[in-house]
C-alpha cells in the first residue's frame, strides 16, 4: 500500500477554479461585466466603490456584493446610494470563494445588471489566490501602507489587472516614495495600469473610472 | 460504514495548540518574554520594534523573528540594529504558526535573550487563531485603516492583550473616531490596554515600551 497525500490546500483551489469557471460563464450569459476589489483593512475599497457608483450609477445598473468576516458596516453605506447590493460574512474566513459568490449572486440577482462589484475581504494575501469568476481584478494600495508593499505581498501586486494608490491626500505626511513603488510594480507586473487617486477630495477618481467604462463597454 | 468527516481547520488549529503549549513551555524554561506583533500589512509593526529596541535594548537582551510571505526587507531593518534578527519568509501563508516558530527559534537561538519579539505576517484575520507560545499579543491598528476596523475584524481586538493606535501624527489629515474607536474595542474586550503612539516622531512610544518592561520583570 502506497503512501497517500492529501494536498488540501492545492484540492481547495483547483475546486475553486472550476467554480470560478461556471461563475464567468454565467456572467458572460447576463452580460455583466464583474470587478474584484482587494485590498489591506482600510485602505478604502468603500470608498472608492462609493466614487465608482457616483461616477457610473446614471449610466450602469450597478450591484455590489460585500465580504466581510463580520458586520455590515460598509454595505449600509453602499445601501443610502440606492444601488442594489449582498452583504456576505465569512464567519472568519479571510477571502471570498467562488462558492460564496454563487450564492451570493442568486441572492442578489444580476439579470439586467451590467457592473458587479465584489469587495473582498481587506486581506493582502489569500484573496489573491482564490478566483471569482471576474473580469478584472483591482487591487488598492493607500499610502500609509508604504512603498515596500509590493515586495512582501507580491502575489497580489502579479495578479491585479489595475492598482489604485488611494489616499494621495496623505503623501506630504509620508514618505512614501511614488518612484520607487512605481518601478518594483511595473518590474513585477508590466501590463498592470495604476491611478493615483484621493477617494476622500476625489482627486484622480475620474481617470480610474473613465478607465473601468471602457473595460465595461468593451465586454 | 459512517460517513468520515475531514475538519480540516480544526484539526490544523488543534495541532497547532499542541505545539504552541510546547513552545511556551520552553519559552519558560528558558526564562524569555515573547511578544506576538500583529497588524494590517503597513500599520507599523517593524517601525514599533525599532521603537522597542531603542528603549530596552541596553537593558535586555532581545531577538526578533521576522515573518513575512516573501523578502527580508524588516529583518534587515532590524539587523542594522544590532539585534539577532531571524527572516522567515511563509512562502505564501497568510500567517506564522507554532511549527514555524520552533524551527525559528531553533536557528535564532533563545538562550540569554529576555525579550523576544515575533512580528506576524501582516494580516489583521488568520494571526489571531494561531497561538505562538507567546506571552502576549500585542496588535497595531494605525489611524489611516479607520476606527471601524474592530466590528470588520473582531477576533484580533478580542485575542490581543493590548492595542498600539500608531502613525497619530496623521490624526489631524483624517477622520478617526478616537473615542468611538476606544469605545468599541474596549466594549468587545475589557482588559485591553491601548496606547496612542507615532512611531514616526516617537510620541507615546515610551509608555508602551514601560507597560512593555512590567510585563517582562514580572514573568
Known amino acids: 500500500m502506497g ?19 461556471n461563475l464567468k460563464a454565467r456572467f458572460s450569459q447576463s452580460r455583466v461585466f464583474v470587478m474584484n476589489l482587494m485590498s489591506s483593512p482600510g485602505a478604502g475599497k468603500t470608498s472608492i ?11 450602469y445598473k450597478v ?15 453602499i445601501a443610502e446610494t ?12 479571510c477571502h471570498l470563494d467562488a462558492n ?10 444580476i439579470d439586467g445588471k451590467q457592473l458587479l462589484i465584489i469587495e473582498n475581504v481587506g486581506n493582502l494575501v489569500c484573496p489573491a489566490e482564490f478566483r471569482l469568476g ?15 508593499k509590493p515586495l512582501k505581498y507580491p502575489l497580489m501586486f502579479t495578479e491585479s489587472d489595475a492598482l489604485i494608490l488611494n489616499k494621495i491626500d496623505l ?3 509620508t514618505d512614501f516614495d511614488m518612484d520607487e513603488l512605481c518601478k518594483t510594480v511595473k518590474a513585477m507586473n508590466p501590463a498592470i495600469q495604476i ?16 478607465w473601468l467604462e471602457e473595460r465595461i463597454a468593451g465586454k
Chains 1, 2 share one sequence.
Do not use: C, W
Request: avoid cysteine; charge should be negative; aromatic fraction near 2%.
Open 134 to 148: 471576474e473580469d478584472i481584478k483591482v487591487m488598492i494600495l493607500s499610502i500609509p501602507e508604504g512603498h515596500d
Open 195 to 210: 491611478f493615483s487617486v484621493s477617494a476622500k477630495t476625489g482627486e484622480g477618481s475620474e481617470r480610474f473610472t473613465a
Open 100 to 109: 460564496m459568490i454563487l450564492s451570493a449572486t442568486d441572492s442578489l440577482g
Open 82 to 93: 440606492g444601488v442594489d447590493v449582498l452583504q456576505v460574512n465569512t464567519k472568519g474566513a
Open 3 to 21: 503512501i497517500k497525500t492529501l494536498n488540501v490546500n492545492e484540492d481547495i483551489l483547483n475546486a475553486n477554479d472550476v467554480l470560478a469557471e
Open 171 to 173: 503623501l506630504p505626511y
Open 49 to 59: 466603490i462609493l466614487r465608482i457608483i457616483e461616477s457610473l450609477a446614471d449610466k
Open 63 to 77: 450591484g455590489v456584493i460585500e465580504g466581510d468576516i463580520a458586520s455590515d458596516v460598509d454595505s449600509r453605506k
